[in-house]
């Protein structure tokens, strides 16, 4: 999937099932369901229950929410382990053109201007695309968790929501989250700074912890957690992160921290690693 600072696109943290289907590291042929662990344009990493060697293709058909479904061919880049420890794998599309999710992906270009990033759905056609929101959409996003833009299938104005994917534990993370809310700080900057109380997941390795975030910005975002990172720590932020749903993990790196005493908390503040 590439490194942090590098990826050609975002990654959305979403379990779909896929089917694969190849010739096994035993020369055995196959025909398995995976499941997505994340996403992007380019790839996605697979939890498959086959040995299977990097460099070797498979062929991997999706369905779509629309009915139809697509079919590309991909490439293993490396070989992992999910969050059970159970097999899995990096993957590259052979057609880096190939449009296989059935998701739109802005460019990066427009990424350096988002507040936000979330996988959202058109609750008229039900195409789905990686929404950049700015400041007004934040707030509509924030109150309502829905927000009207504009559709391209349906080429007209249309509400828009996040697609449900049940997740029990996801929904119980959330709740801890609940317990971290404090009073926000604020500090008069340059850079627009939206104040927000949504909550975020904090992922370092394949371990995630839940925060509350007190600003956004498009270059980074200020959050309260209960562990402290040191200035200079590489770390994965999901803003907004909603329970039982697609996430959206950012890049970032921990540029102050500050210990709440009065609260048991840290409050840190990140900033986005953008590819140059």
Same mark, same amino acid.
């Given at each position: ?167 029990? %534990?996801? +929904?119980?993370?959330? =709740? *801890?989250?609940?317990? !971290?809310?404090? &009073?926000?700080?604020?500090? #008069? ?34 959050? %309260?957690? +209960?562990?402290?990172? =040191? *200035?200079?720590?590489? !770390?994965?932020? &999901?803003?907004?992160?909603? #329970? ?33």
């Amino acid at each position: 999937m590439g490194g942090m600072a590098n990826r050609r696109s975002d990654r959305i943290s979403i379990s779909l099932p896929v089917e694969a289907s190849g010739i096994d590291a035993e020369n055995h042929p196959f025909i398995d369901t995976a499941t997505t662990v994340v996403l992007n344009r380019h790839g996605a990493r697979l939890s498959l229950k086959r040995e299977l060697q990097p460099g070797q293709s498979i062929t991997l058909v999706r369905k779509l929410p629309n009915g139809t479904q697509r079919k590309a061919e991909a490439r293993i880049v490396v070989r992992e382990k999910d969050a059970i420890d159970a097999p899995a794998y990096g993957i590259a599309f052979a057609d880096p053109d190939t449009d296989f999710w059935g998701i739109e992906f802005p460019s990066q270009t427009q990424a350096r201007a988002a507040v936000v990033r979330v996988l959202v759905e058109c609750t008229h056609c039900h195409s789905q695309e990686l929404a950049y929101l700015d400041g007004r959409e934040l707030k509509e996003f924030e109150t309502d968790r829905l927000f009207a833009r504009q559709c391209r299938t349906c080429e007209a104005p249309t509400i828009w929501k996040q697609p449900h994917e049940a997740s029990a %534990r996801q +929904r119980a993370s959330a =709740e *801890a989250a609940e317990t !971290i809310l404090a &009073a926000p700080e604020s500090n #008069a900057r340059e850079i627009p700074r939206y104040d927000t109380r949504l909550t975020a997941c904090v992922r370092v390795g394949k371990q995630e912890e839940m925060a509350v975030c007190e600003n956004v910005s498009h270059q980074g975002v200020a959050f %309260r957690s +209960r562990s402290n990172y =040191e *200035a200079g720590a590489l !770390i994965e932020i &999901a803003v907004p992160f909603t #329970a039982g749903t697609a996430n959206v993990f950012i890049p970032a790196v921990i540029v102050h921290s500050r210990r709440l005493p009065s609260a048991g908390l840290h409050r840190h503040g990140a900033k986005y690693l953008h590819k140059d």
